[in-house]
């Protein structure tokens, strides 16, 4: 499967942006999809990840409340609502996709990569 991760940009603090990352295949309503990010300087870190039918979502503590994963398999399309952004949040975004059983958070179980969108908050 090829992943197509947009919309990035700059935002200020308190702002909204939602991401979408869009897939190509038949099969993608198999995958347990998941975002990442990657700030300078830092390792890739767990953002979100969803269950092949929407129903079951894992987040990170630092973006629970704020962010929301979601999918349309009709469209093969994830989704990343982010709201209440702060500077913190500023990183290159990644969609990825896991042939896994159940949601999994670790980069290393997902097999599948966008090529990342930038997020940069400004305070």
């Known amino acids: 499967v090829q992943l197509q991760a947009s919309g990035g940009g700059l935002v200020q603090a308190g702002g909204s942006l939602r991401l979408s990352c869009a897939a190509s295949?038949?099969?993608?309503?198999?995958?347990?999809m998941g975002w990442f990010r990657q700030a300078p300087g830092k390792e890739r870190e767990f953002v979100a990840a969803?269950?092949?039918?929407?129903?079951?979502?894992y987040y990170a503590d630092s973006v629970k409340g704020r962010f929301t994963i979601s999918r349309d398999n009709a469209k093969n399309t994830v989704y990343l609502q982010m709201n209440s952004l702060k500077p913190e949040d500023t990183a290159v975004y990644y969609c990825?996709?896991?042939?896994?059983?159940?949601?999994?958070?670790?980069?290393?179980?997902?097999?599948?990569w966008g090529q990342g969108t930038q997020v940069t908050v400004s305070s």
């Open positions: 969803i269950n092949w039918s929407g129903r079951s979502t």
């Open positions: 295949g038949r099969t993608f309503s198999r995958y347990i």
């Open positions: 990825a996709a896991s042939n896994s059983m159940g949601i999994v958070i670790v980069t290393t179980a997902y097999d599948y």
